[in-house]
């Protein structure tokens, strides 16, 4: 010990030496013997003793230490007592009065604990609790606590055991356990239990899933949840992941085995397994290298949506491998699909072992322009229906320039050459052989890119709008009967391609014939932080292309109408409608409304869509709205709801209902679901569902 100035601040001391400062010191030098009165602050490397009174016995190695005494651990935890005897490395002894802060709201008392080790505190009739103090009730007890005739606290695990643990509600007891342990609240990952759900469902009874986490290295976990049902019996669903030095993987799958059943909910056969497998890993290489795939696979359409795993209707598997640079890059992927709709036939279902892209922007300018260069190529097969391979290569040109009036011009210019062959199965030549064929061409493009801004400044409102004209000049035609279709199929005019001088996604299908695309784009900010912005626009070609199907809205001389319009009057609402108008009475081909808005009591998710006619021709006319809301009524209470409804067949197609409260070491979710979608064996079912999480006893990782 050597005495210090009171202002001189604390500071870890080096192993075997201790910094002590206080108001008032004094040492019997005969019996060896030091006392520290007022303020009295000890330093023993990164462990710091504060109290009112201090005694340490030189001789023994004891130190004592009374009044308000605190102690700061390492691992950043608090303890308090009224008195403490410690041994002069403060790691072992006696604390009377003991309380200790674990992080959080989380504290752990006795009357008296033992510490050890400088690892172990064993403590006597203890209580934990995350809970503040209620005051408003008379006895002050907290929402819930641990009460134990023995507790252990393992600093170096960070773990809590109970002995003859009783869990007390409002300082009623609900539960005992002979033994109970969990991770104290400074533990990001620890094997054991986490929070189960318990719920009913029409489809699957009552039903509980119990998931365990299970830390197998500090870059690897898993967790295995069975779900247990009282109508389809045991379902395993379980997740690993694993972080390596340049990437990750992480796979979740879950199977049963259950009696197949037709559309009447009949059995048909025996028991066969059911189940499914997502994953994705990503790794980075060397030279700018990274690898990856993502996995979506499952044994039937209708498994996903019966057991609530997903409602997804089409999955993707995928390799992939790219190189990206600055102004290069390169692109390997290969695609498997797996259709879950009625309707999807798996012969006809594309695979794709190949999709190469390379793109890159030369260093050196043309013409005081950028050059680009692009290639691609496609292999894409099916188990029974037409093949394709598809080379192609684009080179581009492309020069900005502002001029004088601010106006800002862009030139471009762009040369693609295509060469495809196909092999189609099931068209026959009359010789019996499948019917191949080859398919080039080359498709020149020259156009101009006008705009217009203009903008007024001030303090109040800024604003801007800005009119743009685009010109293209191309040959008419370039799409040859035979040539097939693969990435266009689903294809949508609306306002993110109307300056596009390809409006056809992918490759396959080419936008020809001269045409101008024209709009008007403006927005505006407030100081507040509000915002508004909009665009419309049209487009014009001088004769009509029947390229496009008439519920694109392009097929004439003069398209549709599209735009859209955001409006946000205060940060937290937004607004938005995107549109499309028909080009003679102005009425609405497609119309989107959504409306957001996070207030302090209120969230609200509100979407509208009204299609005239689905433009894949698969639906027919559609019109849905989505409404998503969460109210927080009263103290730490909310309502949680929302729908989906077919407005245009007036039939409801999911809606739920949630309560749910939440505070410092509590929360509890009661939410009632109900689907009335049918699909073969995956009839229209309820689901209620409950969750209470006891916060820092193994509610999540």
Known sequence: FRNAPLDAPARAEPEGRVLLQADEMSVDEAARIWRARGRVEAVYADRVLLADDLTYYEETGLVIAEGRVAILEPTGEVLLADRVELTDDLRNGVIEGFAALLGGDAKLAARRAVRRDGRYIEISNAVYSPCKTCRDRADGEPMWQIKAERVIHDAEVREISYKNARLEVYGVPVVYTP?????????????????????????????????????????????????????????????????FWNGGLRVDASGTFADELNDQQEAVGGNRFRGHIFGETAFDLRDHWTVGSQVELTTDDTYMRRYNISSDDRLTSRLFADRILSRTALTYDAYFFQGLRDEDDPGQTPFIPAKIDFATTLDRRVAGGEVSVDGSLLLLERPEGPDTRRLSATLGWERGTILPQGQIATVFGQLRTDLYMTNDAGALTSSGDSKSSIISRALPLAGVELRWPFIRPGRDLRASIEPIAQIILSPYGGNPEDLPDEDAVSFEFDDTNLFSINKFPGLDSWEGGPRANVGIEGRAYLPAGGSASFLIGQTFRLRADTTFAPQTGLNSTRSDYVGRLVVSPVPEIDFFHRFRLDRNNLSYERAELGFTARLPDVDLDLSYVNLDDDVDLEFGRRQEVNVAARVRFWDNWSLIGGLRRDLENDNMITNNAGLFYENECLSFEIAYRRRYTRDRDFEPSTSIVARIDLKTLGNGR
Do not use: C, Q, W
Request: charged share 20%.
């Open 179 to 243: 033994y109970f342990s969990h991770p104290d609240p400074s533990v990001e990952r620890l094997s054991g239990l986490l929070t189960p759900d318990i719920g009913s469902d029409t489809e699957l009874g009552t039903f509980v899933e119990i998931p365990y986490y299970h830390v197998i290295a500090p870059n690897i976990d898993a967790t295995i949840s069975p779900l247990i049902t009282s109508s389809e019996g045991l379902v395993m669903k379980g997740e690993y992941r694993h972080l």
